[in-house]
């Protein structure tokens, strides 16, 4: 029986370094779709000037966004977080990419939630306590209108001259919960000079050497700030947040997305032609 455990723990350890290996090959994978789903550029958004700040604490995260157009004038805006981050959460990620293309028809984006909702929460996340927070947006460029739901997500921040305002006048429960989930649209009109401010908890919830966190109102207080560019804002955020944990390393996912409104197009209609102009 002795001299049969060498062989045993040698067969072990090769076990072992399969499997790690197989995991390893399975978490390059899920990197390789990750990076697939997620935009790799930020795409020329009429009427808006966006800035994206994304980062994941073990390279494979749990945070979502996506911008996309979804018909003509109209685009979809998503940002979602996974519970947790790694690569479990990345793997619910490919689940989550289905929100921006279903951001469709009147009733979009409550019905984008309730339709991606409903595998999740009867399926794929069921019994797992695993949970999904998300905010969506429908963009229409041409009327500078902006329709949205939410479901768990921490409230974006519209920020009008001075004045920080949280969009919270909706959310429903986050995704994969309760298939019976119900969410609701609310309805904004944007301004020149408007800027919306999107992102995941990683931003708020980053802590101090003290164990305090960020939090809401320090975000707040930062935005009202004068910039003259979304890249500008998107720094402040970010620089903030770097400062406040003195540099440390984040132990959760970042996803910040600003958008600043820009003078809404109008057609002129000159001739056989029509031109556009900034309304004024």
Not at 260 to 279: D, F, I, T, Y
Request: aromatic fraction near 4%; include cysteine.
């Amino acid at each position: 029986m002795k001299s049969r455990r060498p062989s045993q723990v040698r067969q072990l350890s090769d076990e072992l370094r399969q499997a790690r290996a197989e995991l390893d090959r399975y978490g390059a994978l899920l990197l390789t779709i990750q990076k697939s789903i997620l935009p790799q550029r930020l795409p020329a958004v009429p009427g808006l000037e966006l800035a994206l700040h994304s980062a994941q604490v073990d390279g494979a995260g749990g945070d979502f966004y996506d911008v996309r157009p979804v018909g003509p004038n109209r685009w979809a805006i998503v940002i979602a977080d996974v519970s947790g981050h790694g690569l479990a959460a990345t793997a619910i990620l490919i689940l989550i990419h289905a929100l921006g293309s279903a951001v469709q028809g009147e009733q979009a984006p409550r019905a984008a939630l309730a339709l991606v909702n409903d595998p999740l929460a009867t399926r794929y996340l069921a019994n797992t306590g695993k949970f999904v927070t998300a905010f969506v947006a429908l963009y229409d460029s041409q009327a500078q209108v902006l329709t949205y739901a939410a479901a768990g997500h921490p409230p974006p921040r519209l920020v009008r001259q001075t004045e920080v305002r949280r969009l919270d006048a909706v959310s429903g429960l986050p995704l994969g919960i309760d298939k019976t989930s119900e969410y609701r649209n609310e309805t904004l009109q944007l301004q020149a000079g408007d800027r919306l401010v999107l992102f995941t908890d990683g931003i708020t919830e980053s802590a101090n050497t003290a164990h305090g966190l960020f939090g809401d109102e320090r975000l707040d207080s930062i935005l009202t700030a004068p910039v003259g560019s979304a890249a500008e804002l998107l720094k402040q955020v970010v620089d903030s947040v770097r400062t406040f944990r003195a540099r440390r390393p984040a132990t959760d996912d970042e996803t910040c997305l600003v958008a600043l409104v820009k003078p809404a197009l109008c057609p002129l209609l000159s001739g056989p032609k029509s031109e556009e102009v900034r309304c004024t």
